[in-house]
């Protein structure tokens, strides 16, 4: 079974401050794949970037980054120089092969950035 | 390229009443899903149709709970009847080519059942 923490259920920052998002995931599956959503006020999941477990590779998209580390079982999101636009909240989750395509998902972390 | 469509946004019925929601997936994506949000938590997995085929739906209570899709495009999830405890989020996702592919999804139905 899949099981996906985020232990910080709320972040509240200062427009312009660094955010590091945790994402701590739980797997027996050697396969499997990680993501982070973003859920503003609208109520839509937007995607933002997936990670497969095969690529330990960080990724570095404008003011987003991520950080993958297996030995640590964690995803980290950062944003940096945050904006009031980036007030939502944001969902980690975790597929595998033998779950099919089923998604697991965080409970979610609402970030409220404050002008 | 338009996104995942949903409707209605929101809706409010009483209990004992049936709800349907509506979901049109992104042009060619051939497989769909149904979620269910609760307030504070992450999406969890109704049913999931590859084309018309319903190939995962162990989540779905088949007691009030049924989907369909099928001209394997639209897809339609009833409750009939509605419960207090329903009252949620109701999200659509669609991928391209199966379960290893990234699911995108629609912007949801909100429902109150009073």
């Known amino acids: 079974a899949q099981k996906v923490t985020q232990a910080q259920t709320e972040i509240s920052v200062v427009e312009k401050e660094d955010v590091t998002l945790d994402c701590v995931y739980e797997?027996?599956?050697?396969?499997?794949?990680l993501f982070w959503y973003k859920q503003p006020p609208s109520g839509e999941l937007v995607f933002l970037i997936r990670r497969n477990s095969f690529d330990e590779q960080n990724e570095i998209s404008g003011r987003y980054s991520w950080n993958f580390q297996k030995s640590t079982s964690s995803f980290n999101f950062t944003i940096t120089a945050s904006q009031v636009v980036d007030s939502a909240v944001y969902f980690c989750?975790?597929?595998?092969?033998?779950?099919?395509?089923?998604?697991?998902f965080g409970e979610g972390t609402q970030l409220t950035v404050n002008p | 390229e338009a996104g995942v469509v949903q409707s209605p946004r929101y809706k409010i019925i009483e209990k004992k009443q049936p709800v349907a929601f509506w979901c049109n997936p992104i042009s060619g994506h051939n497989t769909l899903y149904w979620y269910l949000q609760n307030l504070g938590q992450g999406p969890e997995l109704l049913i999931r149709y590859e084309n018309e085929e319903a190939v995962d739906d162990s989540q779905l209570p088949k007691d009030r709970f049924s989907a369909e899709r099928l001209k394997g495009v639209d897809s339609t999830l009833k409750i009939q009847p509605a419960e207090l405890g329903d009252s949620a989020v109701y999200l659509c996702?669609?991928?391209?080519?199966?379960?290893?592919?990234?699911?995108?999804f629609g912007p949801g139905t909100r429902l109150t059942v009073l």
């Open positions: 996702a669609s991928s391209a080519g199966g379960r290893r592919d990234t699911q995108y």
């Open positions: 797997t027996r599956d050697t396969t499997y794949y």
């Open positions: 989750a975790q597929g595998a092969e033998t779950s099919g395509s089923r998604l697991t």
